[in-house]
């Protein structure tokens, strides 16, 4: 460990990593760049912006059987959001990256320049990388600038420094190639992963997060709309992409101040079951409701009603509301094993393709942690199977896997402390076309087991009727089966 004064304030600044080119000192924010045995002060770096990431310098883990501690941080900020990488070093004396975005967790090291990778230009989202004989599908292209940062660092970085990443998965694979300093791209490799994974220490409290998170001058957790006046609830630094719920318009509240980023007025939002704001317990978890989105069916009229919620603890979870029912939706982690034109598996079990059909943001209130645009449209492809529906959601820049569930509409409403208020009505059909769907699982089996049956005894049958035996057997089985897989026909939103 390298120790000194910072030559601006005086306060003691380490370097715990050989590799580690720059520090921040913690009091002056002076950006220390290391020459040999000494350091010049080359400006003051941003400050980042304290969200509600649980991790910090100090906080400690184990990975791949290595005990890592955090050194350093910048925060990289593009055009609809935010996320931090955190500068990890192992008792080895080698280093790598956490990658922290809403809740969301990497861990990647350096494997060197990648001669092999395509220009930047050229990738989009769902493109093929090998790399040590794996197949990465690329999920996620981003150019983003460094907002702040903090500790120890590699490399120097400061205003204006901008960073092109492409982001590959393969199951629970996690692969980036950054362009940042031109091609090739340098490559990191690692895997997706979970705090309790790391078995990470010194973690920040849920209430610590909470008295700090995005608190910089201005901030504050209710505001008032730039445009109408009318006020606006959301959570400081977790989800600053604001959206009127009287008048529409759209605000970002990620920095000091809040700045209008689309000031056309709306119709007012049409009433939903849920209102913002709201809080339930789902699963063991606390959550506030902070963000609503309707959607519509690309070129047809079907309409459904997305919720976010976040909790301190949990993070983000999604409940749609369609025709069809309820549904809790989380985003995944772990990418399918394996994706066909007809079907996928995750964690072993198969899910058959159902359909795929686009959609479309029409209307917006509340909170978000990435920038909702009214218009914004995305494809989806839906697979069925015995764990709930995979849905993949694929756009410009991106593409996400998600598991959707359903859910009781008494669920919900318990969910809500309001038990027996959505058992009633219209939704009290989706809970029976939830009950049928299950049921047509259920019978499934046996359906197979009659097939094979009425197989077999058509053997004998056919030297006494032919060609008709057959035919009177395939219209026997296909009213057997039909009514099973009539759903395919029905939308699942």
């Not at 009127?244 to 000031?263: F, I, K, N, R």
């Not at 849905?391 to 669920?411: D, F």
Request: glycine share 10%; charged share 20%; aromatic share 10%.
């Amino acid at each position: 460990m390298f120790k000194l004064a910072c030559p601006s304030c005086g306060a003691e600044v380490s370097f715990r990593s050989a590799t580690s080119a720059l520090a921040v000192c913690a009091y002056c924010h002076s950006t220390l760049l290391r020459e040999a045995d000494a350091v010049r002060d080359v400006g003051k770096m941003a400050v980042a912006l304290e969200d509600y990431s649980p991790i910090r310098i100090t906080t400690s883990g184990v990975f791949a059987g290595r005990a890592f501690g955090v050194v350093g941080r910048i925060q990289l900020r593009y055009d609809d959001g935010f996320w931090n990488e955190w500068y990890i070093l192992f008792d080895d004396g080698t280093a790598g990256w956490l990658s922290d975005a809403s809740g969301q967790y990497a861990v990647t090291v350096d494997t060197g320049v990648a001669t092999d990778a395509p220009p930047f230009g050229q990738i989009v989202p769902g493109g093929l990388y090998v790399y040590d004989g794996i197949r990465y599908t690329a999920s996620d292209l981003r150019t983003a600038r460094c907002t702040g940062g903090e500790g120890e660092l590699p490399f120097r970085v400061g205003a204006g420094w901008e960073a092109k990443v492409v982001d590959y998965r393969a199951s629970v694979r996690f692969l980036t190639l950054d362009y940042s300093e031109g091609q090739p791209p340098r490559r990191y490799a690692g895997k997706a992963v979970t705090l309790a994974d790391l078995r990470c220490q010194l973690l920040r409290e849920p209430d610590e997060i909470a008295r700090s998170a995005g608190r910089l001058p201005g901030k504050a957790a209710a505001l008032a709309c730039p445009a109408c006046g009318a006020s606006i609830a959301w959570r400081p630094a977790v989800a600053a992409h604001l959206h009127c719920p009287a008048c529409g318009v759209e605000s970002d509240a990620s920095t000091d101040t809040v700045a209008l980023m689309d000031a056309t007025r709306r119709e007012a939002l049409a009433t939903t079951t849920l209102a913002l704001g709201e809080r339930a317990k789902v699963d063991g978890s606390d959550y506030t409701l902070i963000g609503l989105m309707r959607c519509r069916e690309t070129g047809g009229s079907e309409e459904w009603t997305e919720y976010l919620l976040f909790g301190e603890t949990a993070g983000f979870l999604w409940l749609v509301e369609s025709a069809a029912g309820w549904d809790k939706v989380r985003v995944l982690d772990h990418w399918p094993d394996e994706v066909s034109a007809s079907a996928v598996r995750l964690d072993g079990a198969a899910y058959t393709r159902l359909q795929a059909y686009g959609a479309e943001v029409i209307q917006a209130a509340g909170a978000f942690n990435w920038r909702v645009r009214i218009g914004d449209r995305v494809s989806i492809t839906d697979y069925r199977g015995s764990r709930g529906t995979l849905c993949s959601e694929r756009s410009a820049a991106e593409i996400t896997w998600s598991l959707a569930q359903r859910v009781p509409a008494a669920t919900v409403g318990a969910c809500f402390g309001k038990p027996g208020s959505f058992a009633a009505g219209a939704l009290s059909g989706s809970e029976e076309r939830g009950v049928e769907l299950a049921s047509r699982d259920a019978l499934r089996p046996l359906a197979k087991a009659f097939t094979v049956l009425l197989l077999l005894l058509n053997v004998p049958l056919s030297f006494m009727g032919g060609v008709l035996s057959w035919v009177v057997t395939a219209i026997a089985a296909g009213v057997l089966w039909l009514p099973l897989y009539s759903d395919i026909f029905d939308r699942k939103r």
